[in-house]
């Protein structure tokens, strides 16, 4: 029976909520909002299933050596609607053409509730681009997938690589040839309880419902990514992760689950077909010119993620890079653990209880300085000056947002 008495052993990925034989172990919200398996012991049979699955107790080992590609979407629309090189839709349209398969990914439900869906036309890939800096929910969908494969259906799943991993275990090897995995690289999955009072606090203040969500939209192009909101009376809102509460919150590790810091998943093989991250330094990999319209890198895992590249080719720019040199680049949160901000208590204890704005003044304050920035973001892009308040921050933990 599972047991979770150290919560960063847990990353909430409902493998064990799935497999369970009697339906006894349900996934509920700590005082975080994050997810961990309850399990009703008057039901339980101890047949030891919940404990094999966990893919933090019980490991997959990844086979092969990664190589690495810098790959970019050709359809500028689908470009610059990406976080950063659109590579993620290029690789599902073709399993979609060519498997009529079904994807799995993140997206926002009718209340901005961020949870995984599926989709079966290269129309619904729209929902899954974009970051989303919230824990997605998984509830039913790992138990959703079996069936689909057991049916012979084509599937493709992306997620985090603790999801994928938890998939992975749930199959046990099963119905792989027709399972293909995409993982992104993240920094952690922040609490959906802030995202929930990020939502009241912000729709509150503009007096409208929140119809349309962007954490790293390109308003200022790649490298200046913008939380970027529509509301239902026409406003629209552009911060950077400077002032934002939910993006300073987040680029200041205030807020991800407990098991990110201790994340068992972190490393540069994955069980994955393909592994997505962000190419910020184009430039220097390459020696070619960066348009600020972004870049996405890519680990190459398996036989069936070299099928995906090479389907995939024709709609995509693919520029070989040499993987060492693009991990060290741009690759530091593959391995690499970010450790929670010693403030991060002080955020849960009063999360739900005083405005979320006075919560990140009492945590991590914005400065004047922080808001004289902002407030000439634009300028600063358009004449070349954003260069220059980069250089002010270097002394940060993150750049200018």
């Known amino acids: 029976m599972i047991h979770i008495a150290d919560k960063s052993k847990c990353c909430g990925c409902t493998a064990c909520e799935t497999v369970c034989p009697k339906g006894c172990i349900k ?51 689908v470009l610059m609607d990406s976080t950063s090189g659109g590579a993620f839709t290029a690789f599902a349209s073709e399993l979609i053409k060519r498997k009529n398969a079904v994807v799995y990914g993140a997206s926002y439900d009718a209340d901005k509730k961020v949870t995984h ?72 999955v922040p609490s959906p309880k802030l995202w929930s009072e990020y939502l009241k606090y912000i729709e509150s203040k503009y007096k409208s419902k929140v119809t349309e969500v962007k954490f790293r939209n390109k308003t200022y192009g790649y490298h200046s990514s913008t939380m970027f909101l529509k509301f239902k009376n026409g406003r629209e809102y552009k911060k950077s992760g400077r002032v934002d509460p939910m993006m300073r919150l987040f680029t200041r590790e205030m807020c991800s689950r407990p098991s990110c810091s201790e994340c068992a998943f972190k490393t540069e093989a994955r069980v994955s077909d393909l592994t997505l991250f962000d190419c910020k330094k184009y430039t220097q990999l390459t020696g070619s010119f960066d348009d600020d319209k972004g870049y996405t890198a890519v680990l190459v895992q398996s036989k069936k993620g070299e099928q995906l590249l090479d389907w995939a080719s024709n709609n995509v720019s693919v520029e070989d890079v040499c993987k060492p040199e693009l991990i060290s680049a741009c690759g530091i949160m593959l391995c690499g653990k970010a450790q929670p901000n010693i403030r991060r208590s002080e955020l849960f204890e009063q999360l739900g209880k005083i ?33 220059i308040a980069r250089k002010l921050k270097k002394h940060e933990n993150i750049s200018v947002k």
């Open 27 to 77: 996934l509920t919200p700590d005082s975080e909002g994050f997810l961990y398996p309850e399990v009703n012991e008057d039901e339980c049979i101890k047949c030891g299933k919940c404990e094999k699955v966990c893919p933090v107790l019980n490991q997959i080992c990844p086979e092969g050596t990664p190589y690495a590609k810098i790959i970019r979407n050709k359809n500028e629309d």
């Open 117 to 188: 869906t599926s989709c079966t036309t290269i129309e619904g890939l729209h929902e899954f681009r974009g970051s989303k800096f919230v824990q997605s929910d998984l509830s039913g969908v790992y138990d959703e997938i079996r069936n689909k494969l057991m049916d012979n259906e084509t599937v493709l799943f992306s997620g985090t690589p603790c999801q994928v991993a938890g998939l992975k275990k749930v199959l046990d090897g099963k119905y792989d040839e027709n399972l293909y995995c995409i993982d992104i690289v993240c920094r952690g």
């Open 355 to 387: 405005p979320l704005d006075q919560i990140v003044q009492r945590v991590c304050p914005v400065s004047k300085k922080d808001l004289i920035i902002e407030r000439m973001k634009s300028v600063l892009y358009n004449t070349g000056l954003i260069k």
